[in-house]
C-alpha cells in the first residue's frame, strides 16, 4: 500500500494524524543525517504491525513530503 506522508521533524513528541489526505507525522529526530527517515521507517513498522524491512521510503527521502510503500506480505 502506497500512502502521501507529510513529516514534521523535531518536534517534542511522536504523533500520527490524518490531515487532507495525508497522514502527517510528527518526529522526534532532526531531519539531518537521514535520522528522520530512520525514525519514520520506526514509526510507520510499528503503527502498521508489520517489520522495519517491509517499510521503503519510494519519494521525498529529503523533503517533508514523501511515498511511502507498505509491503504487508
Do not use: C, D, Y
Not at 523535531?10 to 502527517?24: D, T
Not at 530512520?38 to 517533508?64: D, T
Amino acid at each position: 500500500m502506497e500512502l502521501k506522508v507529510r513529516v514534521v521533524p523535531n518536534s517534542k513528541e511522536r504523533s500520527i494524524n490524518v490531515l487532507n489526505g495525508f497522514l502527517k507525522i510528527h518526529l522526534k529526530a532532526p531531519a539531518t543525517g537521514g535520522k528522520a527517515n530512520k525514525e519514520l521507517i520506526e514509526v510507520l513498522a510499528k503503527h502498521f504491525q508489520v517489520k522495519k524491512s517491509q517499510v521503503e521510503i519510494l519519494r521525498g527521502a529529503k523533503s517533508r513530503e514523501k511515498t511511502v510503500l507498505i509491503n504487508s506480505h
